[in-house]
Every structure is written in C-alpha cells, then in structure tokens.
C-alpha cells in the first residue's frame, strides 16, 4: 500500500507540475516550441523598468527569495552523502559559502524581467502594468494565488482518484488474463 499512496503522490505531482508548467495558449496547435537556452535580447530600460513593476505588484521575488540558501543545503547534502567523514567541516563551509553569495538570487529577477521585456513588447508591459492597477487587477492580484492554490489542490486530488481507477483498470485487465496483482 505504501508504493501506491508514492505512486499516487508522484501522479498528482507530475500532473500538477504539467499542467502549471505550460501555459494554455502554449497547449494551443501552433505553438511555439519549448523554451531553450538561446540567450535573450536586450529589452529596452522603459520595458525592463516595466516587467520589474509587474513581477514587483505579483510579489516575484517570494519565489525565490531564498533560492541561494536552499542551494546550498542541497548541495552541502549531496556532498556530505559521499563525504560522511567531513559532516561538520562541509556544515561549517555551507554558512560561508550562503554568506558569500548572498543576494545572488536578485539575479532570478533580474533574468525573469528580460524574460518578459522578450515576451511582450513595451507597450504591452505598460498596458500591463496599468491594468494590475487597475481595480480588476488588484483583484486578479489578490486572488489569483488563492485560486492557484485551490487548483493545485483539486489537481492532486483528482489525478490520486484517477490514479485509483487506472489502478483498477490494471487490475481487471491482468485478472482477464488470469494474473492477480
């Protein structure tokens, strides 16, 4: 029972993650292929000055906020599994390492601002900005992590109860062929 409730789990994540990871005009026909490592062109400072604003009103920056300590942990963990014997010398560099490169995580929003200064144009940033201005998106704002949230959640659930009838699909098929699992 406990490999299904991990495959059940794995489900609602990997459906959850799929289906927040692709936007839903990119699920569209005639989308554009996945994003690669091409570098990106220079916005202009008036769009860049833009998408800084609207990433600051969506509060950004909380996504990463602690993105370089938690590197650091998980690297510090992955050495120390193979380095048992440096536990506390590895425990002790982790401090210096998070010290030395603290506030590298600014680099995240500095990188997602020309994200968007690439994916729209000027004028469609400033349209953006006055629309998060806007009452109706104050409210978007507002509610839309709430609403992403709840989303999140019905996603998990339902992929864990659509995960129980594939289950049982397996399961009839395989008896059909006179094979219990």
């Known amino acids: 029972m406990k490999s299904l409730s991990r495959i059940l789990s794995a489900a609602g994540l990997a459906v959850g993650l799929a289906l927040t990871a692709v ?33 600051t009103m969506k509060n950004a920056a909380a996504m990463y906020a602690n993105a370089v300590p938690n590197l650091v942990e998980q690297t510090k963990n992955v050495l120390m599994q193979s380095n048992l014997n440096y536990q506390k010398d590895l425990n002790e560099v982790a401090i210096i390492v998070a010290k030395a490169l603290a506030g590298r995580e600014k680099e995240i929003g500095e990188g997602m601002a020309q994200v968007y200064a690439n994916e729209f144009t000027e004028q469609e940033l400033k349209d953006l900005v006055n629309f998060y201005k806007s009452p109706l998106g104050q409210k978007l704002l507002a509610s839309e992590p709430r609403a992403i949230q709840f989303s999140m959640a019905y996603m998990n659930q339902w992929a864990q109860n659509f995960a129980e009838v594939i289950n049982g699909q397996f399961r009839a098929e395989m008896k059909k062929r006179g094979k219990e699992i």
Do not use: R
């Open 23 to 55: 936007p839903a005009d990119a699920q569209q026909k005639n989308a554009p292929a996945a994003p690669t490592t091409t570098p990106l062109k220079p916005g202009s400072p008036a769009a860049i000055a833009a998408a800084k604003e609207i990433l």
